[in-house]
C-alpha cells in the first residue's frame, strides 16, 4: 500500500466519513437541534447577564432581580439538557462510525490476496484497526463536536457583539485575525508532526508484535538486551516526534491566550471608560465582555482542535486507504459452475513469479496433472516450487503465465468459494485457532454436528489422544496451538480436512521427524484421508513415495523427470541423489 504523501491530507478528507455516518441521519438531525438549541441558550444567557445588571442591580428593584434570576435558572436548565442531549448523541455517532469502520476495514482486509501482507506488516495494519479508529472515535465524538460548537457560537457572539456595540465590535473583529494568524501558520506544522507521530506509533507497534511472536528465538539467541534496546530507539523516536508535536502545541495555545486576554483587557479599558462617560449601560458592557469571551473561547477551541482533526484526516486517510484496498484476486463471477470431474487437476504451462521477487520466476513452464481419485507426489530440493504449486492452486496468487483447470475450467473463471470448497491442505505446520479441540477441528464446516466431529477424529486417529486432554473436545488450544505435539496438530488438521471431505487434497508432508508411535497414527489418517481422493504431496518420505500413484521431481520451478519411484531412479539423477539423501534413512530402515 502506498502511503499517500504528507501534504494530501487534508480537512476534505473527513469528508468522506460521510459515507459512515449516513445510516445515522436521524441521530445527526437530534444532535445538530442539540447543537443548536445550546448555542442559541448560551448566547441568550449573555441576554440575562444584562438584564440582571442593569434591571436587578442598577434599578435597585429585588423583583426585576428576582425576575431575572429565575430567566437565568431557566436558561440553565435548558442548557443541561440541551447539553445532555448533544454530548450523547455525539458521542454515541463517534462510537458507532469508529465500530463500523472498524468491522468495514476487517471485512475487507480479510479478503485480500495474501502478497499484500508481505508488504504491509500485519502489526501495521493492526494499528490501523485499533489505533487509528480509536483517534476516529475521540475525534467524532469530542473534537468534531467542539469544532461545531464553536464555530456556531463564534458566529452566534459575533452577531450579538453588533447589536451590542458596534465600535467594541470593530475592535474584536481587528483582533481575530491576529489570533487567527498564528492558529493556521503553526497548525501546518502540528499537522504534519501528528502524522509522523502516528506513524511511529504503529511502526512501535508492529515492532512489539513481530518479537513477541518470535519471542522463542529472541530468547534462545540471548537477544533480550539487543532488542530491548533496539525497541527503545523505536520507542524514543516516537517520543521526540511526539514531543516536538507538543512543543509546537503548547506554543500555540501560549499566543492565542495572551493575543485573546490582551485583547480583552483592552476592549474593557475602552468600554469601561464609555460607561463612565455615560455612553454604555453596565449590563451592556458585561454582555459585551461575556461574547467577547466566548469569541475568544470559540476560536481558542478551534485552534485547539484544528490539530487533532488534522490527525484525524491522517487516520482517516489510512483507514480509506485499507478500506478501499482491492485484491488482486478479481472474482470473474459469482456462479457455481459445472465441472468435467471435480477433481481432475491440470496445471498448463504455468509460469510465475513472486511479486515482490518480480525477476525470478519461482515457476516455469510447469506442466502437471492429476486425475481424479489419483495421487502425485512433488519432490524437490528446497526451493524447487513444490509451496508454491500448493499456493497457485488455492488462488492467492494468479500465475502470470498458462492457466491451472479444475475440471477443465480456468479457476480464475471459477469463484474462489468454489474452488477452495473442492481443497483442503493439511500443511506442515498447521494453524490452531484461539479455542477448543472441536472449534479447530469443524473449522470447514461451520454446521458439523458433534458426533461428525468426533467421526473424523476417529477416523485421523486423534480421538484417543484428544479424550486424554483435560477437557476433552472442550479443551483450549492456547495460541497458536502450543499444548500439543507436533504429530497431534497434525491429526487435528486431518480430522479438519477428513470433516470438509474435499474432493482435492493438498498434502505438505512433515520434514521434522515424528517419534515412531506418532508418525504410524499420522500415517494411519493420512491414509484414510487420502483414499479415493486426488491428493497432491509434497513428500520427504519413501513410504509415501512408494504408495503415490505418480511422482513428479521438480527443479528451478520445472519438472524434470515423472514417473514411478523404480523408473525414475532409472533415470533421473537428480531423483537418484534426493533418495539417497533424503530417503536414506528410511530405505536403510
Ligand atoms: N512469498 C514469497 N515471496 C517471494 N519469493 C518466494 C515466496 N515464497 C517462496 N519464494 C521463492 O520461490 C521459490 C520457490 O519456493 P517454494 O517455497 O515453492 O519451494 P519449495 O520447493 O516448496 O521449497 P521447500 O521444500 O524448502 O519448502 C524459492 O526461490 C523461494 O525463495
Known amino acids: 500500500m502506498t502511503e499517500p504523501a504528507k501534504g494530501t491530507r487534508k480537512l476534505s478528507t473527513l469528508l468522506q466519513l460521510v459515507q459512515f455516518l449516513s445510516p445515522y441521519k436521524g441521530t445527526m438531525i437530534a444532535a445538530a437541534v442539540a447543537l443548536i438549541f445550546t448555542a442559541a441558550i ?22 426585576q432581580l428576582n425576575r431575572a434570576v429565575v430567566i437565568l435558572l431557566t436558561l440553565s436548565f435548558l442548557m443541561a439538557i440541551g447539553t445532555f442531549i448533544r454530548f450523547y448523541l455525539v458521542s454515541w455517532l463517534g462510537e458507532r462510525v469508529s465500530a463500523d469502520m472498524r468491522s468495514a476495514v476487517f471485512s475487507n482486509i480479510i479478503k485480500l490476496h495474501p502478497s499484500f501482507f508481505e508488504d504491509n506488516r500485519s502489526g501495521e495494519i493492526m494499528s490501523r484497526l485499533t489505533t487509528d479508529t480509536t483517534l476516529l472515535q475521540t475525534i467524532i465524538g469530542s473534537s468534531l463536536s467542539m469544532a461545531l460548537r464553536s464555530s456556531l457560537t463564534l458566529v452566534g457572539a459575533m452577531v450579538m457583539l453588533l447589536v451590542t456595540n458596534l465600535k467594541l465590535t470593530g475592535m474584536v473583529l481587528a483582533c481575530v485575525p491576529l489570533v487567527l494568524m498564528p492558529i493556521i501558520l503553526y497548525g501546518r506544522r502540528v499537522r ?22 518470535n519471542l522463542k528465538t529472541v530468547q534462545s539467541y540471548t537477544r533480550e538486551d539487543f532488542e530491548t534496546k533496539a525497541f527503545d530507539v523505536e ?21 492565542v491566550i495572551l493575543l485573546v486576554f490582551g485583547g480583552l483587557s483592552a476592549m474593557f479599558w475602552v468600554g469601561g471608560n464609555d460607561v463612565i462617560n455615560g455612553t454604555m449601560s453596565g449590563g451592556e458592557l458585561a454582555a459585551f465582555v461575556f461574547y467577547a469571551i466566548m469569541v475568544a473561547t470559540a476560536v481558542a ?13 491522517g487516520a482517516t486517510d489510512r483507514l480509506l486507504d485499507l478500506l478501499h484496498e482491492d485484491s488482486l484476486i478479481v472474482e470473474q463471477q459469482d456462479q457455481i459452475l459445472p465441472l468435467q470431474g471435480a477433481a481432475r487437476l491440470h496445471i498448463a504451462g ?15 513452464d510447469l506442466e502437471l496433472d492429476v486425475e481424479e481419485g489419483k495421487s502425485l507426489a512433488l519432490v524437490g530440493p528446497s526451493g524447487a516450487g513444490k509451496s508454491t504449486v500448493f499456493e497457485l492452486l488455492q488462488r492467492f496468487y494468479d500465475p502470470q503465465q498458462g492457466r491451472i483447470l479444475l475440471g477443465g475450467q480456468d479457476i480464475r473463471a471459477l469463484p474462489s468459494r468454489q474452488l477452495r470448497q473442492s481443497l483442503a491442505v493439511v500443511p506442515q505446520a498447521p494453524a490452531m485457532f484461539t479455542a477448543d479441540v472441536a472449534y479447530n477441528i469443524g473449522y470447514g464446516k461451520p454446521d458439523a454436528t458433534e458426533a461428525e466431529i468426533i467421526a473424523a477424529a476417529k477416523a485421523a486417529h ?30 487435528i488438521a486431518i480430522a479438519r480436512a477428513i470433516l470438509k471431505d474435499p474432493n482435492i487434497l493438498l498434502l505438505d ?32 518420505r519413501l513410504s509415501t513415495i512408494l504408495h503415490a500413484d505418480q511422482i513428479a521431481v521438480m527443479e528451478h520451478g520445472q519438472v524434470v523427470a515423472r514417473g514411478t519411484h ?17 530417503f536414506q534413512d528410511e530405505a536403510v530402515a
Open 509 to 540: 508432508e512433515a520434514t521434522s521427524a515424528l517419534d515412531a508411535e506418532s508418525e504410524y497414527q499420522v500415517q494411519l489418517a493420512l491414509e484414510e484421508l487420502m483414499h479415493n481422493r486426488t491428493t497432491i504431496i509434497i513428500a520427504h
Open 235 to 255: 520507542v524514543e523516536n516516537a517520543f521526540l516526534i511526539a514531543r516536538r508535536r507538543i512543543r509546537q502545541r503548547a506554543v500555540l495555545m501560549a499566543v
Open 350 to 364: 504455468v509460469s510465475f513469479s513472486y511479486p515482490s521477487r518480480p525477476e525470478e520466476l519461482a515457476l516455469k
Open 462 to 491: 486423534a480421538d484417543e489422544f484428544i479424550r486424554r486432554l483435560p477437557q476433552g473436545y472442550q479443551s483450549h488450544l492456547g495460541e497458536q496451538g502450543v499444548r500439543l505435539s507436533g504429530g497431534q496438530r497434525q491429526r
Open 192 to 213: 504534519n508532526l501528528s502524522n509522523a507521530s502516528q506513524d511511529s506509533i504503529a511502526h512501535v507497534g508492529s515492532y512489539a508484535g513481530e518479537i513477541i511472536q
Open 301 to 313: 477551541t478551534i485552534s485547539e482542535v484544528w490539530g487533532e482533526l488534522m490527525r484525524a484526516a
Open 42 to 63: 448560551t448566547l441568550s444567557v449573555g441576554q440575562g447577564i444584562r438584564i440582571i445588571i442593569d434591571e436587578g442591580f442598577a434599578s435597585g428593584s429585588q423583583q
Open 566 to 582: 523404480q523408473s525414475l531412479l532409472a533415470s533421473s539423477d537428480l531423483y537418484q541423489r534426493l533418495a539417497r539423501l533424503q
